[in-house]
Nanobody, 116 residues
């Protein structure tokens, strides 16, 4: 059974930092690209970052480029999202996502609220 479990969300003031983590089980983690996707209140899903299977390359949405860093540990089967200089518009539920030939896999998400 494939399982993705996000953690690390919470309430943070503007300009603050948070580190999200996603623990993956049930699939060959080291062969899959991993994404972070978010959904702000009342809005659709927004892709924000991806890391390739080896971890050598990463890509970011313009909205988070320079502030967020995605990383992975293939031995631990985790993918992290370090978020800095957070803004109120970063408030959202954050999901990790991956896919293989058998389907798409999502976690349940972790809430990030940026507010003073």
């Amino acid at each position: 059974q494939v399982k993705l479990v996000e953690s690390g969300g919470g309430l943070v003031q503007p300009g603050g930092s948070l580190r999200l983590s996603c623990q993956v089980s049930g699939l060959t983690f080291s062969s899959g690209w991993m994404n972070w996707v978010r959904q702000a209140p009342g809005k659709g899903l927004e892709w924000i970052a991806v890391i390739i299977s080896s971890g050598d390359s990463t890509y970011y949405a313009d909205a988070v480029k320079g502030r967020f860093t995605i990383s992975r540990d293939n031995a631990k089967k985790t993918v992290d999202l370090q978020m800095t200089n957070l803004k109120p518009q970063d408030t959202a539920v954050y999901y990790c996502h991956t896919e293989d030939i058998q389907g798409n896999y999502w976690g349940r998400g972790t809430q990030v609220t940026v507010s003073s």
